[in-house]
């Protein structure tokens, strides 16, 4: 991924917050069949001083009988992202010489793909996901609701994935690029549109703040 420097994000705190927030990721591999990108949602296990990504996937998947166990991954988690106006931008105005444009957060993590076929591995990774994704619930679903014997049954039908984290790149994209005055067009531009062009503007002035405390 190219990153320019303007863009470019280093803080591990905000790539943490980005997996956990945006879990649904892009996981690329590359085997003797080529290219290939599967879409899973990851937990982050920070446990043991180490950095690892876990998920599963269907038995039935061809990802696991093609790509060799130990295999290195790309794994792309996707931010908030919205398309960028040049009519918010007052400059439009004087000068005219303004184009549209995206603004995203993103984030890439490399890694060393493992292969988990272990029962009890399995049902403590459906157990963390669970609890994660249900702690929005009024009534949170758990697996200890589903018959015991139940759950046995459909976790022969899964295979585990562990990243084992060798790099993670994370690219801010949000108009860093562009004056003051644009980027608070910006802000009030997209403040009133959907949730996730809110959430693009919210980042840039977080971003600006960031940038006002460095000055």
């Known amino acids: 991924m190219h990153v320019p420097k303007k863009f470019e ?3 591990l705190t ?6 956990n927030n945006y879990p649904f990721a892009t996981l690329i591999t590359n085997s003797d069949l080529g290219l290939e990108a599967n879409h899973i949602p990851f937990i ?12 599963h996937i269907a038995k039935v998947s061809s990802l696991w009988k093609n790509l060799k166990d130990k295999s290195e991954v790309l794994v792309i988690f996707h931010g ?12 439009k105005k004087a000068t005219g010489k303004v184009v549209p444009t995206w603004n995203y957060v993103t984030v890439h993590v490399k890694g060393v793909l493992s292969y988990i076929h272990d029962e009890e591995w399995k049902l ?5 996901l669970t609890v994660q994704h249900e702690a929005g619930q009024v009534a949170p679903w758990s697996i200890s609701d589903a018959p015991e014997e139940y759950i046995q049954k459909m976790l022969p ?8 984290i060798t790099s993670i790149t994370g690219q801010w994209k949000l108009s860093q690029n562009q004056p003051e005055v644009n980027r608070l067009g910006v802000v009030s531009g997209l403040s009133s549109e959907n949730e996730s062009h809110q959430a693009i503007a919210e980042l840039v002035k977080e971003q600006m703040a960031k940038s006002a405390s460095k000055s």
């Open 157 to 164: 039908a899964i295979v585990g994935l562990e990243v084992d």
């Open 80 to 91: 908030p992202n919205c398309y960028i106006s040049p009519n918010y931008y007052p400059t």
């Open 44 to 55: 982050l296990d920070q446990s043991n001083g180490k950095n690892i990504l876990q998920g």
């Open 124 to 128: 403590s990774l459906l157990n963390d």
């Open 9 to 11: 994000q280093n803080d």
């Open 14 to 19: 905000q790539f943490t917050d980005l997996i």
